[in-house]
């Protein structure tokens, strides 16, 4: 099976600042990697696929890259509606998320 | 627009079987996959395993095989999930996600909790 790592597990950060979050695969996954946002109580919402397509709605601060076993998730200038909980997911095989990271207020 | 909504929260006792419902509409309900992803409180999402509603194949994360069914009804364009001999461990809510790589819709989550 394939294991996903992110880090960090946790980060502070303020509204404005550049973000970013690492996602490792334990084995080669080409670009099959999407990132997701969850909320509180909420399902998670696709904000990127292919390691770096943007899902039609999702702003233009988030971007995605890598491939291999690297990943990167980045938000460019963080906005309060940003703080929430970050999951990487692999679709190489079959299916495996990250442990997520969780973006707090500073 | 797409929906998946899902059944309603279960209480269930340790040893116990819980089958979850995902009914779908907006879209062919043979034309995508139904995954099932779970979550524990305060935890992360982990996969459990996907259905081709088309053709009934299933395929499950290893953790669940040998305990969990994944059904569908095409004729009520609904998935099922049966998750069998449940202990405390199994407390979680229950997501439905459409697609075969990538999940743009899911459902709300069902809630089952396992306790004596």
């Known amino acids: 099976d394939i294991q996903m790592t992110q880090s960090p597990s946790t980060l502070s950060a303020s509204v404005g600042d550049r973000v970013t979050i690492t996602c490792r695969a334990s084995?080669?996954?080409?670009?099959?990697l999407a990132w997701y946002q969850q909320k509180p109580g909420k399902a998670p919402k696709l904000l990127i696929y292919k390691a770096s397509s943007l899902e039609s709605g999702v702003p233009s601060r988030f971007s995605g890259s890598g491939s291999g076993t690297e990943f990167t998730l980045t938000i460019s200038s963080l906005q309060p509606d940003d703080f929430a909980t970050y999951y990487c997911?692999?679709?190489?095989?079959?299916?495996?998320f990250g442990q997520g990271t969780k973006v707090e207020i500073k | 627009q797409v929906q998946l909504v899902q059944s309603g929260a279960e209480v269930k006792k340790p040893g116990a079987s819980v089958k979850v419902s995902c009914k779908a509409s907006?879209?062919?309900?043979?034309?995508?996959?139904i995954n099932w992803v779970r979550q524990a409180t305060g935890q992360g999402l982990e996969w459990m395993g996907w259905?081709?509603?088309?053709?009934?194949?299933?395929g499950y994360a290893q953790k669940f095989q040998g305990r969990v069914t994944m059904t569908r009804n095409t004729s009520i364009s609904t998935a099922y999930m049966e998750l069998s001999s449940l202990r405390s461990e199994d407390t979680a809510v229950y997501y439905c996600?459409?697609?075969?790589?990538?999940?743009?819709?899911w459902g709300q989550g069902t809630l089952v909790t396992v306790s004596s």
């Open positions: 997911q692999q679709y190489n095989s079959y299916w495996a």
């Open positions: 259905m081709n509603p088309n053709s009934g194949n299933t």
């Open positions: 907006g879209y062919t309900f043979t034309s995508y996959d």
């Open positions: 996600a459409r697609g075969f790589s990538i999940a743009a819709d």
């Open positions: 084995q080669s996954i080409s670009s099959w």
